[in-house]
């Protein structure tokens, strides 16, 4: 019998919704530090237990990748596993929304949800019928609207002091990338990179990205190439959990840097990755554009201002780095303490005022 992980949550509700019939999981890891933001993940699972997994794992990176971005804001995820070969029609979709509103409602305000893989922002006006702990509406409803364009604009910041660890250059037309994933956020940063004059190889299960990449004059590639095909820089677009060890071993490029969530599919592969020469920059921190723009939205901040938090994400990035060489550790252990650093002084500021 394997050892069960440490539990570190605070909240972990995990119900059958009354209306859908679907596994529904709410979790709140965090939220010291204000309250959780998170999305909600619809997605496909083997068992329910998958489903839950994946929220508990989300809801640490979101405490982690709040705290590094400097948010007053806590760490908190939800999934609606969808089982295996059973489609789910419109009306179930919706069903399972409002239950998820319910069990957003029920933790009175210590977690708010959004968008995420699998939902969009007007997802989000059906659950905000159960529950008012909801952003990223769309913009013509008065909220924030999609992320997406934020997230990307943080990960495109992230690129040029990744490129000057690993290369001593931020020169991005001189640069070649492997994309893995066209969606929302790949898509745009794609664009922006050949913007700039990147060389792109990119790919996505979608076939119909192709147009995407024929727009772009980018090589596509197929979606089991994309950890072989040789480049500088791998950027993880979809899923997480991609980076095994086996990947890692034969992965041919010098620096990942990307907007996927949990990229490693184990911790240690940070080290793997430092062993190799291959510059990480890490995920929670490169990826947080999103969470910014909703919580300045939230907060009433114009878009100028979200505009200079998101291009700040660089300068973390550069600081992580750097830290991680002068301390003789990797990428994501100078990141994790960055964050720690940030949650423990709140949470000794809370001691000290009880």
Known sequence: MSAIPEFSHERVLTS???????????????????????????????????????????????????????????????????????????????????????????????????????????????????????????????????????????????????????????????????????????????????????????TDIDERKRQLADELGARWIAPDAALTTTADVFVPAGLGGILTDEAIDQLPVRAVVGPANNPLAEHSGAERLAARGIVYAPDFVVNAGGVIHLQGMADGLEWPAIAERLTGIGDTVRAVLASARERGITPLEAAEALAAARIDAARGHLTVSA
């Not at 699972?45 to 806590?74: H, I, V």
Request: proline share 4%; aromatic share 4%; with cysteine.
């Open 16 to 202: 059958m919704g009354a209306r859908s019939g679907l596994v529904i999981t709410v979790a709140l890891h965090s939220s010291v530090l204000g309250p959780a933001l998170g999305g909600c993940r619809m997605w496909t699972y083997p068992t329910w237990a998958d489903g839950q997994a994946d929220a508990l794992r989300l809801s640490a990176a979101m405490t982690l990748k709040n705290a590094a971005a400097g948010l007053d804001a806590g760490g908190g995820k939800s999934v609606i596993a969808l089982p295996l070969g059973v489609p789910v029609d419109s009306e179930r979709r919706r069903a399972a929304l409002l239950d998820l509103g319910d069990m957003v409602e029920s933790l009175d305000g210590r977690y708010r949800t959004a968008e995420d893989v699998g939902t969009t922002e007007h997802d989000m006006l059906v659950v905000r019928e159960r529950t008012e702990h909801v952003v990223g509406l769309p913009a013509e409803n008065g909220g924030a609207g999609e992320p997406a364009g934020a997230t990307a604009l943080g990960v495109y910041s992230s690129i040029a002091p990744t490129l000057e660890a690993a290369f001593g250059s931020d020169r991005i037309d001189e640069r070649s990338f492997v994309i893995s994933g066209l969606g929302q956020v790949g898509g745009r940063l794609a664009r922006m990179l050949a913007g700039h004059g990147a060389t792109l190889l990119v």
